[in-house]
């Protein structure tokens, strides 16, 4: 695995953060947090963003998930506190891409890189202007 731009590990980059809990239920044999409850993790954190930038599903405008890319660097335990970061890391005619970032105790466990492609529900659609604006305020600075 290739280590990810190391400027992508800096928590100040990104202006939005979600604090969650570790649960028991998400540990793994190994005793630490398991992929799937990571992958998780990053979901709900994507989610948490969009409902903070004001962004509400119609059906005329549905985004999808179009690709999903998680490294994971560093074990995640059970109990503490993980810290989800979200960034705009780019912004196209009809999608936009989420670079995040999960630590714990200060320690980068995990990155993931997300495309969302708007749709009217059958075919990608371009992005409204206004949202177009909200998402460039939350770029990675």
Same mark, same amino acid.
């Given at each position: 695995?290739?280590?990810?731009?190391?400027?992508?590990?800096?928590?100040?980059?990104?202006r939005f953060v979600h604090e969650?809990?570790?649960r028991f239920a998400d540990l793994? @044999?190994?005793?630490?947090?398991?992929? +799937?409850?990571? %992958? /998780?993790?990053?979901?709900?954190?994507?989610?948490?963003? !969009?409902?903070?930038?004001?962004?509400?599903?119609?059906?005329?405008?549905?985004?999808?998930?179009?690709?999903?890319?998680?490294?994971?660097?560093?074990?995640?335990?059970? @109990?503490?506190?993980?810290?989800?970061? +979200?960034?705009? %890391? /780019?912004?196209?005619?009809?999608?936009?891409?989420?670079? !995040?970032?999960?630590?714990?105790?200060?320690?980068?466990?995990?990155?993931?890189?997300?495309?969302i492609v708007m749709t009217d529900?059958?075919?990608?659609?371009?992005?409204?202007?206004?949202?177009?604006?909200?998402?460039?305020?939350?770029?990675?600075?």
């Amino acid at each position: 695995m290739s280590r990810p731009d190391p400027a992508l590990l800096l928590p100040a980059r990104y202006r939005f953060v979600h604090e969650l809990t570790t649960r028991f239920a998400d540990l793994d @044999p190994n005793d630490h947090i398991n992929n +799937v409850a990571m %992958a /998780a993790v990053f979901e709900d954190g994507r989610v948490r963003f !969009q409902a903070t930038i004001g962004f509400q599903r119609t059906e005329a405008l549905r985004p999808m998930v179009a690709s999903v890319s998680i490294d994971y660097l560093a074990q995640a335990h059970y @109990p503490g506190t993980l810290a989800c970061y +979200v960034g705009v %890391a /780019a912004i196209g005619r009809s999608s936009w891409t989420l670079q !995040q970032l999960v630590t714990q105790a200060g320690t980068a466990v995990g990155t993931c890189n997300t495309v969302i492609v708007m749709t009217d529900g059958q075919r990608a659609t371009p992005l409204p202007d206004a949202f177009r604006e909200v998402l460039e305020q939350w770029s990675l600075t």
